[in-house]
């Protein structure tokens, strides 16, 4: 089981591949970034395999600035990219990291073609749809981390409200990776129980709570620089699903052609059943009328948003 990591000098790309290889399941990992910073990540893969011996972890990590190192990978995981800074929203990075997630995508189709792509790099909707185009991959094996983050986020605060134990809440925020995120609170529970029987749901205010959700990536940057933990683990549930073909519905940024709501050409947050073969089936739900109408709303931003970074990319290159 090989997993390469592009971006792998940033700080969410070597959070991401240490969260992987702790978990005993890929036999090589290769992190990959530019030759500048190809000293930086010998040396992280050096304190990585370090701190595996200690738990008894055998994975090759290499080090890398060759493309074709990436050769025979099962996952990339695209995590280069310029991140946000304090004030900034994701569609700030969307000029700037279209023109490195295209290039990267063609390389990740020349060296590993048979692999699946796990774009992390934000803005990820409109990232995921550009690695796709440009990658000339299948839709089942090119996907987006977004929206699995922003339900982990709401999960969080749902169990601190019911003060009930994290595991027992199953929630799922679909949508868009930014503002137009829609909770899907009408599928929302709490030990197979719907949340809204809940007592406390009186004193729960959503409206709040989803603000919430929506800016915790921007209060974490405000605070440390940068989200990390949160990202890779949420990066590792994903490829884990995948390598261990375990068919979860996790919620990834997906092609959309028709499946949900008749929406077509547009990469978004949605329930999917993920497996060796990637996005294996896009799962259609039944959301209540506010949700069908803020998920429409997040389909209509994100396919602008998509448009204009693909019209001025290709403008550039032209
Ligand atoms: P970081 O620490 O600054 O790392 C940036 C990475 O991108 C480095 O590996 C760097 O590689 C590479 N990179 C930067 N500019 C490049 C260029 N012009 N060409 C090629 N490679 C370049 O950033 P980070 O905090 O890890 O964040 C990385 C990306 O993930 C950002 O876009 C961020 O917004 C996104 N993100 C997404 C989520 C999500 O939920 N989807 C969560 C957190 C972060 P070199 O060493 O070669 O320069």
């Known amino acids: ?72 990978s099962r996952v990339v995981v695209m995590a280069a990219g310029v991140p946000r800074q304090n004030g900034m929203s994701r569609q700030d990075l969307a000029g700037t990291n279209a023109k490195i997630v295209a290039h990267y995508a063609r390389q990740i ?23 796709l185009k440009e990658s000339g991959f299948s839709s089942k094996k090119v996907m987006g981390l977004g929206n699995h983050l922003d339900s982990l986020r709401l999960k969080n605060l749902i169990s601190k409200h019911f003060d009930i134990h994290v595991s027992e809440i199953h929630t799922r925020v679909i949508g868009e990776h930014g503002n137009n995120m829609v909770p899907l609170m009408s599928s929302t529970t709490i030990g197979g129980i719907p949340v809204k029987r809940f007592r406390k749901f009186e004193s729960f205010n959503i409206n709040q709570v989803v603000e919430k959700v929506k800016s915790a990536g921007e209060y974490v940057i405000s605070k440390k620089g940068s989200t990390e933990y949160g990202p890779a683990f949420a990066i590792s549930n994903i490829v884990n699903v995948i390598l261990k073909d375990e068919k979860k519905i996790l919620t990834v940024t997906s092609y959309l052609n028709g499946e949900i709501e008749n929406v077509h050409d547009v990469c978004l947050g949605v329930p999917v059943k993920l497996g060796l073969g990637g996005v294996e089936k896009i799962v259609p739900i039944k959301m209540s009328p506010d949700e069908k109408e803020a998920f429409l709303e997040a389909v209509k931003v994100v396919k602008t948003a998509t448009h204009e970074v693909i019209t001025s990319h290709h403008e550039d290159e032209e």
Request: net charge negative.
């Open 1 to 72: 089981m090989k997993v390469s990591v592009v971006g792998g000098s940033g700080r969410v790309g070597k959070a991401a591949a240490f969260c992987l290889a702790e978990e005993d399941l890929v036999d090589e990992m290769v992190l990959l970034s530019r030759e500048k910073s190809l000293d930086k990540i010998k040396g992280e893969s050096l304190d990585m395999n370090d701190a595996l011996a200690a738990k008894d972890i055998q994975v090759d990590i290499v080090a890398s600035c060759d493309m074709e190192d990436m050769h025979g």
């Open 109 to 131: 189709a020349k060296y590993a073609p048979d692999s699946i792509i796990l774009v992390v790099t934000n803005p990820v909707d409109v990232m995921t749809y550009i690695t």
